[in-house]
């Protein structure tokens, strides 16, 4: 059984990018007498992203080789945690904090840290899914609070519990109402939640889809190409 093994602890990419459109699972075209091309394509693509990372060295490469190797050219997948860089403000996440409580994290309420010096780390709240969806549904319903009715065209989302996918907000209906790109990989209950930390698992999409150059003082030109691997078939066909 091929494994799901987990992102480094650390590292951090720099650049990264939707490749091809994303990836469609089924596309075409017809061209008619008249010489008119008609091009299609299913909705239902699959995402597609190469990851570019700084130049590292030390542990942090031995990381990183060790993890594109257990990847086996796309045999084994790895969890994605994905963060949007260009995410909610604190204020449209409806939390109020600062950038170095965010940063740092809080003590308890008399001001202390716990017995290890390090603080609460601070999270993103999440939001309450309010009305069922099926699988392969491009419609969600989210409870009014934190940033639950703020979303708009562009905005990124996740859910959990036991929910690997990366969605997109292509259609802000109403409050609170959206449609999202690509459709649900997990049917909803209202026993889900939404989070702006989504999750999704992704393989190398081939053998030459990473890169490990080494130069004589850092590692250098580090990148990786990924496609997704839908939910269920991490289910099925993953282990750990």
């Not at 091809?20 to 299913?42: C, E």
């Not at 086996?72 to 604190?90: I, K, S, Y």
């Not at 008399?110 to 069922?132: I, R, Y």
């Not at 989070?195 to 850092?218: H, Q």
Request: with cysteine; proline share 6%.
């Amino acid at each position: 059984m091929a494994r799901i093994v987990s992102w480094p602890v650390g590292l951090r990419a720099k650049f990264r990018e939707p490749l091809s459109g994303p990836r469609a699972v089924s596309g075409g075209a017809t061209q008619s007498i008249g010489n008119f091309v008609q091009t299609f394509a299913s909705p239902f693509g699959l995402w597609r992203w190469r990851f570019s990372f700084p130049s590292i060295r030390g542990q942090m490469f031995r990381r990183y080789r060790g993890w594109i190797t257990s990847l086996h050219g796309g045999a084994n997948a790895t969890r994605v945690p994905f963060c949007d860089w260009d995410g909610l403000n604190f204020a449209q996440r409806g939390i109020v904090t600062t950038s170095a409580e965010w940063r740092e994290g809080e003590p308890w309420s008399n001001g202390q840290p716990w017995s290890n010096g390090e603080n609460w780390a601070s999270s993103n709240p999440v939001v309450a899914v309010t009305a069922p969806a099926a699988f392969d549904t491009d419609e969600i319903q989210l409870a009014d609070s934190f940033w639950g009715h703020g979303l708009d065209i562009g905005d990124f989302l996740g859910f959990f519990p036991f929910h690997l996918g990366l969605y997109m907000v292509t259609e802000r209906i109403d409050a609170g109402h959206y449609r999202i790109w690509p459709p649900l990989r997990v049917a909803l209950t209202t026993s889900d939640f939404a989070t702006l930390d989504p999750v999704l698992a992704m393989r190398l999409e081939s053998e030459e889809a990473a890169n490990a150059p080494r130069g004589a003082a850092f590692a250098e030109g580090l990148s990786v190409t990924m496609v997704e691997t839908l939910d269920y078939d991490v289910r099925d066909y993953f282990a750990g």
